[in-house]
Structure formats: C-alpha cells, structure tokens
C-alpha cells in the first residue's frame, strides 16, 4: 500500500469511527451545554467527511480529530460511555449486501440501512420497475432510476445498484458480498437463500434476517400510500 493509499484509508477508518460512536451515544442523560459539545463533534464529523470526499485529507484529518476530542472529553468526564475500534478493523470492512424495492423512503428502511452499516460497507441492490410489478401486482410510485438515486444519497449506503432484470440472484453474485442482511418483511429464509446461492457458486455468505421492526402509523408504504388517497379523497 502507497503512502497516499495508506493515509486515505486511515483517515476514511478515523472518520467511520467517530461516525459510529456519535451514532451509538444515548444523549438522554445530557444536559444542554453537554449536547451542544456533542453537535459540535457531529459539525466537525461533517466537515470531515466534505474533505475527505474532496481528497482535503489533510483538512479532513484536523476536522475529525477535533470531533474525536470532543467526544473524548466527555468520556474521560464520564458523562458518556463509548468504545472505540481499532483502525485495523475498520480499514476493510465486509461488504454488506441489502436488497429491496425502496418505494417511498420511510423510517423502517433508515432503521435497516443503518444495521447493515453497523456491519459494514453497505450495497444496495434495488429492484427493476418490471420485479416490482411481478412481485406486488401493480407498478410502482416511484421508478427504478430514481429510487437508486434516493438510496444511494442516505448515509448509510456506499453504493446503489440496479437488480437484473432476469436473475434476481445475478447482481448478489457479480458483488460477493461477505453479509447480505434481509429485511424483516422478505419473504426468503437464510437458509433457502444460502441454498440458492451455494447451487450457484457462492458459498461462505453470511446471511442474517432483521427480526425487529419499527412500528409507526406511517412506517410501510402501503400505509403511506393509503394516507396519500384519503387526504386527496378529503380535498374532493
């Protein structure tokens, strides 16, 4: 590894794990000046991650190292409890594969991104406009190039790519991921999809099934959906 490579990677490690103990802190116990400390170190996370994107590593590293010391001082007064990683497991993380339809963005997929991201570089496999209308029996709100588009701009998401088509299994093949995490509501098993998989080549996949699910009135898209009709009907 270049000089060059190494300081990118170390950086990109540094500023995932300010990420991920800022979003692990339970702020509940915190005064306001404590909180404010905190939205500092979430600020300098932000500009971190502007350098970085920019290939500023140098004003990327002063901004998370702010952040790191901000969130520090709390700990070291004990106001806050935190672990934080060593680089070396952060340097290269699994790849984790999610894959869905993503019709109208709602608080659940937020909810099962970010678990996927707590293991790893996240990949989004999102479904073509002609799977959804097999699946689900109509077409959907929202098209396929847009939804990837929305999907691959949240946080948690490295990357957003189109299903195939034709082979449901064809992209999950191509990208090899170490993790593929399913949703709550996926109709598969780990274990019929580990089947599927191994039929075709790719085995020592780590398969897990998102059990919990968030619970709220607009929490689905078909409750979205439903509550969209009736305050249209309600303006006719």
């Known amino acids: ?69 901000l969130i520090d001082s709390l700990n070291h007064l004990g106001l806050i409890k935190i672990e934080w990683k060593p680089y070396t497991a952060l340097l290269k993380r699994p790849r984790v594969v999610v894959a869905g339809s993503f019709e109208i963005i709602h608080p659940g997929h937020i909810y099962l991104l970010k678990k996927a991201w707590m293991l790893g570089e996240v990949i989004v496999i999102v479904s073509r406009d002609v799977n959804f209308a097999r699946f689900k029996s109509r077409k959907p709100v929202i098209p396929e190039e847009q939804r990837r588009i929305v999907v691959e701009n949240i946080k948690y998401v490295s990357k957003a790519i189109l299903g195939d088509e034709n082979d449901l ?23 019929a999809l580990a089947r599927k998989l191994s039929e075709r080549g790719l085995n020592n996949v780590k398969i897990v099934k998102l059990e919990e699910r968030l619970n709220g009135e607009l929490y689905s898209v078909t409750s979205i959906i439903e509550k969209i009709k009736s305050l249209t009907s309600q303006r006719e």
Do not use: F
């Open 1 to 69: 590894m270049t000089e060059g490579v190494e300081l990118e990677s170390r950086i990109k490690a540094y500023i995932l794990n300010v990420e991920q103990v800022l979003e692990n802190i339970n702020i509940e116990s915190l005064d306001e000046k404590q909180r404010r400390i905190l939205e500092l170190a979430r600020s300098y996370l932000h500009d971190a991650k502007y350098y970085y994107e920019n290939r500023d590593y140098i004003t990327a590293l002063s901004c998370i190292a702010y952040a790191e010391g």
């Open 169 to 191: 299994l064809k992209p999950i093949i191509d990208l090899k991921p170490d993790i593929i995490l399913l949703g709550p509501d996926q109709w598969i098993t780990p274990d």
